[in-house]
């Protein structure tokens, strides 16, 4: 079956850099891909998606890149913030109806 | 416009009880996912419910049951307790027919069980 894994459970970056979240996914049949993230005691909050006929798409401070061939998804926080300290989970979805999340990256941001 | 609803927050129960989650959807969300987090993990699919069918189930043994409601609400049941079933159990809501596209999460209820 699909799995989803993250290349580092941890993540700590200096305020004002910028950030990259890795993905890795196993079904090439998967052709929805989303982040979300996580604050203490809160439910997953959605932050951008990407369908499989894209390779690129960016929203406000964020950018989500896609590379089928190699299976990979990241996330790009641009010049981040105290605020965006959090966990960050990848899902994906193979036109079913679950999504198949990943274990999550802790995003730890340095003042 | 209100956000994916959960009740309760937290919930303390002992091995062999049974317990009912709630949730309410968003506006005009027609579809809810029910979520298993354990501490430190990614969430992981229980089911799905649409036109108050179950429309896909997740690894989860059948002592987890759960039922939806016309108004699209949606309750999730626990039989049996175990220790196991600790976790933080997530509703997830989506747009008519868009199943597991688009989905927005509730702040969670707190399963404890000892």
């Not at chain 1, 890795?24 to 932050?47: H, L, V």
């Not at chain 1, 964020?62 to 990979?72: A, F, M, P, Q």
């Not at chain 2, 009880?17 to 029910?34: A, E, F, I, M």
Request: charged content about 15%; glycine content about 10%.
């Amino acid at each position: 079956g699909e799995s989803v894994g993250l290349h580092l459970p941890t993540l700590s970056v200096q305020e004002g850099d910028n950030s990259i979240i890795n993905c890795a996914y196993s079904n090439s049949a998967s052709d929805y891909f989303i982040w979300y993230k996580q604050e203490s005691g809160k439910g997953p909050q959605f932050i951008i998606d990407i369908r499989s006929n894209m390779d690129k798409r960016q929203g406000q401070r964020v950018t989500v890149l896609l590379n089928k061939t190699v299976k990979h998804l990241s996330l790009q926080i641009a010049a981040t913030q105290p605020g965006d300290s959090a966990v960050y989970f990848c899902a994906v979805t193979d036109s079913s109806y679950k999504l198949i999340f990943g274990s999550g990256t802790r995003l730890l941001v340095r003042p | 416009d209100a956000g994916v609803t959960q009740s309760p927050t937290h919930l303390i129960k002992t091995r062999g009880q049974q317990v009912t989650l709630r949730c309410s959807p968003k506006s005009g969300h027609d579809t809810v996912s029910w979520y298993q987090q354990a501490l430190g993990q990614g969430p992981q699919f229980i089911f799905q419910y649409y036109e108050e069918e179950e429309r896909q189930r997740g690894n989860f043994p059948d002592r987890f049951s759960g039922h939806q409601f016309p108004n699209y609400s949606s309750e999730l049941n626990v039989n049996a307790l175990l220790l196991g079933d600790s976790a933080l159990y997530l509703c997830a809501s989506s747009f008519p027919g868009q199943g597991a596209y688009e989905q927005f999460f509730g702040p969670g209820t707190r399963l404890t069980v000892l």
